[in-house]
């Protein structure tokens, strides 16, 4: 996977070396970045990445204690959302399957408890792109991947749908 751009904040004391081991000139520009083709975004991750393992677990972590041997479907679910959307996953057929239920068996669970699994799925997106938005200095491109979202814009409705304001704003009122 090459990347399409870099940016830096600064230039790199060798920016030949690091131009020919990336694959493409490092611009420098006001802040640190690098961009994929939308081919390489929907690839999935081969390897864990401890960076971006470190910004989910404390909120995954915490989330997880609150369930215990006593939770109802729905939190399973919203607990298994956690752990799936980061790495692109997070439907119905990949939920129920992490929690051992056929896909019409897992939905049957949820209407006895009053609620769908869309529902779930847009709360869990909801609360972790506030956690996002107000702890990570990500972009909301870079967040709208991470919950899922085929397109940038797809996210903006969503979270303009639920909270009335854009991300952005969310993020400037935190």
């Known amino acids: 996977m090459v990347p399409t751009r ?3 904040v600064a ?3 060798s920016i030949a070396a690091f131009n020919e081991y990336i694959g493409v000139p490092i611009s420098v520009t006001n802040e640190y970045s690098v961009t994929f083709s939308i081919l390489d975004a929907h690839r999935p991750f081969v390897t ?3 960076f971006t393992w ?3 677990r404390p ?3 915490r989330q997880l204690k609150e369930l215990d041997a006593t939770a109802n479907t729905s939190m399973r679910v919203s607990a298994t959302l956690l752990e799936l959307l980061p790495i692109g ?3 119905v057929k990949e939920v129920s399957r992490a929690l051992l239920l056929s896909p019409r068996t897992l939905q049957r669970r949820l209407e006895s408890e009053g609620v769908t699994f869309q529902e779930l799925l847009n709360q869990t997106r909801e609360s972790l792109a506030r956690h996002y938005l107000h702890r990570t200095a990500m972009t909301t491109t870079d967040i709208a991947f991470l919950l899922g979202y085929d397109e940038p814009s797809s ?3 969503a979270f303009h749908a639920w909270t009335g304001i854009t991300p952005e704003h ?3 009122a935190n």
């Open 6 to 8: 870099v940016t830096s």
């Open 11 to 13: 230039s790199p004391d």
């Open 48 to 50: 864990a990445n401890e």
């Open 54 to 56: 470190e910004l989910f």
């Open 59 to 61: 909120e995954l972590q």
């Open 89 to 91: 996953s997070g439907n």
């Open 155 to 157: 996210f903006y409705r």
């Open 170 to 172: 969310a993020r400037l």
